[in-house]
């Protein structure tokens, strides 16, 4: 069974400042990777994901995460944010051991919040 | 938008009550995958169906059923409902490939049980 973890409850930034999410993961199988993003009232948005290959995955509206296998860390970065960066953001995993019948693992959510 | 609709978009009903929730996945997704987003309990997948069959369960309580209909639309039905089934219930899709398996949520319908 997989879990996640996500350290920060919440992160405060103001805006244009770097920011790292942290996430964690603890599977026995290899996994796929997926950070989502709630914005206030809405259902859940892809940003990135990793399924294989480079590392380094870049998503939408700026934001890269790294898959470091050897820490089961898939942080996620965005150099500078913006104040529609507020949302909730979601580390997910999903067991690679039963590709196309995934059943998505989430962690408890980082809320993301952007001040001027 | 995620081309995955869901209603009602609200939702308010009496303990002890059923009620239905609906989803359309995107045109051409066969799988679909219900999720229940709570405060004391975050996000939790419930259920999913992949072209009109069950194919995984996760913390799906008795009193809730799932089905998935030939237009490849689905329902969550939860029956005899109590206070903490108050959520957000999502739907999602995906296509079920080897390496496109990203699920694509809808905006959820909200429940409260007063």
């Known amino acids: 069974a997989q879990s996640v973890t996500q350290l920060d409850s919440q992160v405060p930034v103001f805006e244009e400042a770097p920011v790292e999410l942290r996430c964690n993961y603890s599977s026995s199988v290899s996994v796929y990777l997926f950070w989502y993003v709630q914005y206030p009232n809405q259902g859940l948005q892809l940003l990135l994901k990793?399924?294989?290959?480079?590392?380094l995955v870049k998503g939408i509206n700026g934001f890269e995460a790294e898959f470091n296998k050897s820490q089961t860390s898939f942080h996620l970065r965005k150099p500078s944010v913006h104040i529609s960066d507020t949302a909730e953001y979601f580390c997910a995993v999903s067991d690679k051991k039963n590709t196309g019948f995934q059943k998505l693992v989430f962690g408890t959510g980082t809320r993301l919040l952007v001040s001027p | 938008d995620s081309g995955v609709t869901q209603t009602p978009k609200h939702l308010i009903t009496a303990t002890g009550q059923r009620v239905t929730l609906r989803c359309s996945p995107r045109?051409?997704?066969?799988?679909v995958y219900w999720y229940q987003q709570s405060l004391d309990q975050g996000l939790q997948f419930l259920i999913q169906?992949?072209?009109?069959?069950?194919?995984a369960k996760g913390n799906i309580l008795e009193r809730f059923s799932a089905q998935q209909f030939p237009d490849l639309h689905s329902e969550l039905n939860l029956s005899s409902l109590e206070l903490g089934d108050s959520a957000l219930y999502f739907c999602?899709?995906?296509?079920?490939?080897?390496?496109?398996?990203?699920?694509?949520f809808g905006p959820g319908t909200r429940l409260t049980v007063l």
């Open positions: 045109s051409g997704d066969l799988s």
């Open positions: 990793y399924l294989s290959g480079s590392t």
């Open positions: 999602a899709s995906s296509v079920v490939t080897s390496f496109t398996d990203t699920q694509y």
């Open positions: 169906y992949y072209n009109g069959e069950e194919r």
